[in-house]
C-alpha cells in the first residue's frame, strides 16, 4: 500500500465519518476558531490507514486547556464529567472521546499530567506501538506522524514508541499478541526481546480476557497471536495447557500435519473464518477449536504402533475449565466450551456409526442450553480443516461427514433445540403430586418418547403407569 493511496483513501473515508458523527465538524470547526487544533487519533486513524471499519473515535485537542475545550462542548449540549481527570470528555449523544494531550506517571495511581501545549511528538510519546501514535487534522487532513508509523503500517512491523513507557502498562504484551493476529504484523527483534522478559503480573482478568477475545473475533489468523507467545517461550506461562501439546505426536494417517500444537492452530484459524450468526457463537467456538484437544497431552500413548488418545475429549473438559478460567470469569462461557469439547468427535462418530435418531436426540439434549449441534458440528468440521500437511495453514475444503451429522440433526428437529417433552407435569398431577417421584415418571418418559419415538401423550401416560406398578 502505497502513501499516496493512503492519502486518497483519507479524504473520502473522513467526510463519510464525519457525516456519520453529526455535530462533529461544527465543534471541530469551533476548535479551530479558538485557536486549537483537532487530531483523530489512536485506533481510528490506524484503522483508516488500513481500510478498516471506524468502531471508536478518540478526539485530542492541542493548544486549548480543559475548560476551555470543555466550554466549547458545552455549546452543543450536557457533557460527561467521567474521565475529566485523565483530560477525557464526551458530549452526550455524539459517540467520540475528547481528550487534552497528558502524560501518565508510572504505577497503579499515577499521576496525570495535562498540557495542552506539550506538541504532537510528546503527546504521542505515551501511545504503546508507531502505528497507534498517529493523528489526522480535522480541519486540514494533514497527517501527523513523530514516530513513522505509516511506514510501519505498510512494512507489516509493529514498534514500541518508547520502551520504558511500554513496559509501565503490562497489557501493552497482550495487545501486540492480538494485533499479530488481527494484522497480520511482525514485532520488530526490539519488541520481540522486550516482550520475552516483560512483567506481567498485575493484569485483570478482565482485562486480559478483552484482548484475547479481539484475538479470537477480528483475526482471520488468531493462531499467529498464539504461535508469537510460543516464539518468545511464554506460551507455558500464559497458556500452559497449550503449552503441553508442543511436542506431543499425533497418528501421521489421521494428522499429516504433524503435531497437536500445528493441529489446534489450524483448527482455531479455520474456526475464525466460519459465518456465524453473532460473535457469541464465534467465540464459542473459536475457543473450543483451542481446547479441543488439550486432554491428547495426558492421554497420548504409544499402543501397537501408532499414537492414540484415547478418552482425550472427556480429559479434556478440566483443562479447558482450567485454561478458561485464567482469561474469563464468564461461568456460562466456560461451560459451553467445555460442552464443545467433550462433544467434538461426537459428529464424525455417529456418521461412521449410524447412529439413530435417538441418539441425535439425546445429545442435542446433553449440549442444551448453552450449545447446540449446529455449534458442534462447526467445532468438528474446524477438527478435520486443521489437518493440512502444508503446515501454518487450514484446510479449506467441506467434510461430507460432518455435512451428513447436520442433515441427520434437522430431519430429527434438533438442530438447535431438542426434541421438547410431550407429558407434562399438568399432564400427570392426577396420578402423582409434584416432588422428586413426579419427576422420576416425568424423565422417564421423556426418554422413551426419544428411545421408541412415541409422541402420544396418553400412550407415554400409559407407558409410565404401567412400569409405576
Not at 504532537?120 to 513523530?146: C, Q, V
Not at 478440566?318 to 485464567?326: D, E, Y
Not at 466450551?337 to 441418539?359: C, D, E, N, T, W
Not at 413426579?438 to 421423556?446: S, T, V
Amino acid at each position: 500500500m502505497k502513501l499516496t493511496k493512503i492519502r486518497k483513501n483519507i479524504q473520502n473515508d473522513l467526510q463519510t465519518i464525519i457525516i456519520a458523527h453529526p455535530p462533529l465538524i461544527s465543534i471541530v470547526n469551533k476548535i479551530h476558531e479558538k485557536g486549537g487544533r483537532a487530531l483523530l487519533v489512536g485506533g481510528a486513524v490506524r484503522d483508516l490507514l488500513l481500510g478498516l471499519p471506524i468502531k471508536d473515535l478518540d478526539v485530542e485537542v492541542h493548544n486549548l486547556s480543559l475548560p476551555e475545550l470543555e466550554a466549547i462542548l458545552r455549546a452543543f449540549g450536557p457533557v460527561s464529567m467521567v474521565g475529566k481527570s485523565f483530560g477525557v470528555l464526551r458530549l452526550h449523544g455524539l459517540e467520540v472521546d475528547w481528550s487534552v494531550p497528558r502524560v501518565d506517571s508510572k504505577g497503579r495511581k499515577p499521576v496525570i499530567a495535562i498540557d495542552p501545549f506539550m506538541g504532537f511528538k510528546k503527546a504521542f510519546s505515551r501511545r504503546d506501538l508507531t502505528m497507534n501514535a498517529i493523528g489526522i487534522d480535522l480541519i486540514t487532513h494533514e497527517i501527523i506522524d513523530p514516530y513513522n508509523g505509516v511506514k510501519d503500517l505498510q512494512e507489516g512491523i509493529l514498534r514500541f514508541v518508547d520502551k520504558h513507557k511500554f513496559v509501565e502498562d503490562p497489557l501493552r504484551f497482550f495487545r501486540v499478541m492480538q494485533f499479530i493476529g488481527r494484522f497480520g504484523m511482525i514485532p520488530d527483534e526490539k519488541l520481540h526481546r522486550l516482550c520475552k522478559t516483560m512483567d506481567l503480573h498485575g493484569i485483570s482478568t478482565e482485562r486480559i480476557e478483552a484482548e484475547f477475545e479481539k484475538l479470537m473475533l477480528q483475526s482471520k489468523q488468531p493462531s499467529r497471536g498464539i504461535r508469537w507467545l510460543k516464539d518468545i517461550g511464554r506460551l507455558k506461562e500464559i497458556l500452559p495447557e497449550v503449552g503441553n501439546i508442543i511436542d506431543v505426536p499425533q497418528d501421521e494417517s489421521w494428522h499429516p500435519e504433524g503435531g497437536v500444537f500445528e493441529h489446534t492452530m489450524q483448527c482455531i484459524d479455520a474456526a475464525a473464518v466460519m459465518n456465524y450468526e453473532n460473535d457469541k457463537q464465534k467465540l464459542l467456538v473459536t475457543y473450543a477449536a483451542l481446547c479441543h484437544d488439550l486432554g491428547k497431552a495426558i492421554t497420548t500413548e504409544f499402543i501397537g504402533g501408532r499414537w492414540k488418545s484415547v478418552g482425550h475429549s472427556k480429559e479434556g473438559v478440566v483443562l479447558s475449565k482450567s485454561l478458561l478460567s485464567r482469561i474469563t470469569k464468564k461461568k456460562d462461557l466456560i461451560e459451553a466450551v467445555s460442552k464443545l469439547v467433550r462433544y467434538h468427535m461426537s459428529p464424525a462418530q455417529f456418521i461412521a456409526a449410524g447412529a439413530s435418531p435417538a441418539a441425535y436426540k439425546r445429545l442435542a439434549k446433553k449440549l442444551y442450553p448453552l450449545v447446540d449441534m449446529q455449534l458442534l458440528a462447526k467445532v468438528a468440521l474446524a477438527d478435520k480443516q486443521g489437518r493440512n500437511p502444508i503446515k501454518g495453514v487450514p484446510l479449506k475444503k467441506k467434510f461430507p461427514a460432518i455435512d451428513k451429522f447436520l442433515e441427520k440433526a434437522k430431519k430429527a428437529h434438533v438442530e438447535k433445540i431438542p426434541e421438547p417433552p410431550v407429558l407434562k407435569g399438568r399432564d400427570i398431577i392426577d396420578i402423582v403430586m409434584p416432588g422428586p417421584q413426579m419427576g422420576e415418571m416425568l424423565k422417564m418418559a421423556y426418554e422413551i418418547q426419544i428411545e421408541r419415538g412415541i409422541k402420544d401423550k396418553e400412550a407415554l401416560k400409559k407407558i409410565i403407569l404401567e412400569n409405576r406398578q
